[in-house]
């Protein structure tokens, strides 16, 4: 396989190229970064052994709250790559309209990388860097939010199979505004907002929509001769069950939030069964998309279980601390963008047959990284000294992504081996 030239030309040539590169760039970093800060707060907890022998590091502090300044960088800057480079490549083919142009695409990209680059700087700094990228990133999404939305309206095909998923994407920028409020100092609740938001009305609703979409196409592409039965109305049926579950998590009572678990656990588990998963294909592209619909399924489920612990009284605090979000984020979210993108990066290169085992090899990294970021806190229901022995997982993610930009990245770098365009 010839290797070709890596040029600004080639990468600048599809949206998928751009953002698909630059979002595991920024994967791999924010996962060292917050590697690196979780080990400054829990080192007086690890053996001082070698150079912590002189006593543990000093704590590394932001200029805003670092549970919050995670979520954004996870929730918002990290899928704004992912988002942009799939739906950008993806929406304009299945809605039979124009691709964006140059310039807006090019527009969008760098605002992303700003925002995205400036904020973690910024939590170094000063609050005036982070607003000022916050603003950015805002401006990234209101300008994604608008190509999007105005393509689907000028289509005259797939607009109701295709609009539950863009109005997963459309609270995005109110997110990020409230937040930037928040910064500003003038709405304190804008940091709670942003995450009850991040995760309820943006991620939660996307990763299930973009499941009910990609998950059926993706298996029949590889296995043509297996059906996959997907509802008419199930995109629409997760957006209003996770919009239920923002609005009951945001303003209703304590553990009133696991009505809208249960009721998602229950359609999405009759999902997958619709599909018929037990008989998806084998290759390593569709292993990990069910893979990680076993971790959506999972943490769904100890989503329900907690609210229901919380309901009837057991306790003020959730029984296993974070590991639903990040059995959702870390085991479902990280298992589809690898899936997807590496699908697309390689479909779209005229290269969907190479690198297969090194893309398996990853896959597989993603489960264990999602295990090791999970069973810590499950254990440390039982066993506290266990609950946060899971920020190690951080460099783990870091070195799977890593790996995907050494390894598969240079493929969006170089022309397709076909001769195409694109």
Request: a positive charge; glycine letters at 14%.
């Amino acid at each position: 396989m010839s290797t070709g030239k890596i040029s600004w030309g080639n990468f600048s040539a599809a949206p998928h190229r751009l953002f698909f590169w630059s979002g595991a760039f920024y994967a791999a970093l924010m996962g060292a970064l917050w590697t690196v800060q979780q080990l400054t707060l829990y080192a007086p907890l690890l053996p001082r052994i070698g150079w912590m022998g002189a006593g543990p590091p000093e704590p590394m502090h932001w200029v805003i709250p670092a549970g919050v300044a995670h979520g954004v960088i996870m929730l918002y800057a990290l899928m704004g790559y992912y988002l942009a480079g799939f739906l950008l490549t993806i929406l304009p083919r299945r809605l039979g309209v124009e691709p964006v142009g140059r310039g807006p695409l090019l527009a969008l990209w760098g605002a992303l990388l700003a925002g995205s680059h400036g904020f973690w700087i910024g939590l170094f700094f000063n609050r005036e860097l982070v607003a000022g990228a916050l603003g950015l990133l805002l401006a990234a999404y209101a300008c994604l939010v608008w190509q999007l939305w105005g393509r689907l309206l000028r289509a005259s095909r797939e607009r109701t199979v295709l609009a539950p998923l863009l109005l997963a994407v459309t609270p995005a920028p109110l997110g990020l505004g409230l937040l930037l409020l928040a910064v500003l100092g003038v709405y304190a609740e804008g940091y709670r907002a942003v995450l009850v938001l991040g995760v309820n009305g943006f991620i939660m609703p996307l990763v299930l929509t973009v499941s009910h979409l990609m998950v059926p196409f993706f298996t029949q592409v590889q296995a043509p001769g297996v059906e996959v039965r997907r509802s008419a109305y199930g995109g629409w049926v997760v957006l209003g069950l996770c919009w239920m579950r923002w609005g009951l998590d945001g303003f209703g009572p304590v553990g009133a939030v696991g009505v809208a678990d249960l009721a998602l656990l229950t359609v999405w588990t009759s999902e997958l069964f619709r599909w018929r998963f037990w008989r998806a294909p084998q290759p390593p592209l569709v292993r990990v998309l069910y893979l990680g619909q076993g971790w959506i399924v999972l943490g769904l489920a100890l989503f329900s279980w907690q609210a229901l612990a919380l309901w009837f009284g057991s306790g003020a605090v959730p029984p296993f601390g974070r590991a639903p979000l990040h059995a959702l984020l870390v085991g479902g979210v990280g298992s589809l963008l690898l899936g997807i993108s590496t699908r697309i990066t390689l479909g779209q290169s005229g290269r969907a047959g190479d690198r297969m085992s090194v893309a398996g090899a990853l896959f597989l990294a993603i489960q264990g990284v999602a295990l090791a970021r999970v069973a810590p806190e499950i254990a440390g229901y039982w066993w506290p000294a266990w609950a946060v022995q899971g920020f190690w997982s951080g460099g783990l993610w870091a070195l799977v992504f890593g790996a995907w930009l050494v390894r598969i990245g240079p493929v969006l770098l170089r022309a397709r081996a076909d001769g195409k365009p694109g």
